[in-house]
């Protein structure tokens, strides 16, 4: 079973660096509690450790 992690932007990307504002869009997140399901990979674990402050990550089992 894969695992894949549940994101939802818990703040705003307001007055947030260049390089924030662009990991939260490649997250597919755009706007506090929005959500987005991704797969569990290297990739997405390092965009959600550089804006974790803004995030809340739950894991869930497919």
Same mark, same amino acid.
């Given at each position: 079973? @894969? %695992? %894949? +992690? =549940?994101?939802?932007?818990?703040? &705003?990307?307001?007055? *947030?660096?260049?390089?924030? %504002?662009?990991?939260?869009? @490649? +997250?597919?997140?755009? *706007?506090? =509690?929005? &959500?987005k399901v991704h797969n569990d990979t290297p990739q997405i674990r390092g965009m959600i450790n550089k804006v974790s402050h803004l995030l809340k990550v739950e894991e869930i089992e497919e």
């Open positions: 079973m @894969a %695992k %894949k +992690l =549940n994101i939802t932007q818990t703040k &705003s990307v307001i007055d *947030r660096t260049k390089t924030q %504002k662009l990991t939260i869009e @490649a +997250l597919g997140l755009g *706007r506090p =509690n929005y &959500s």
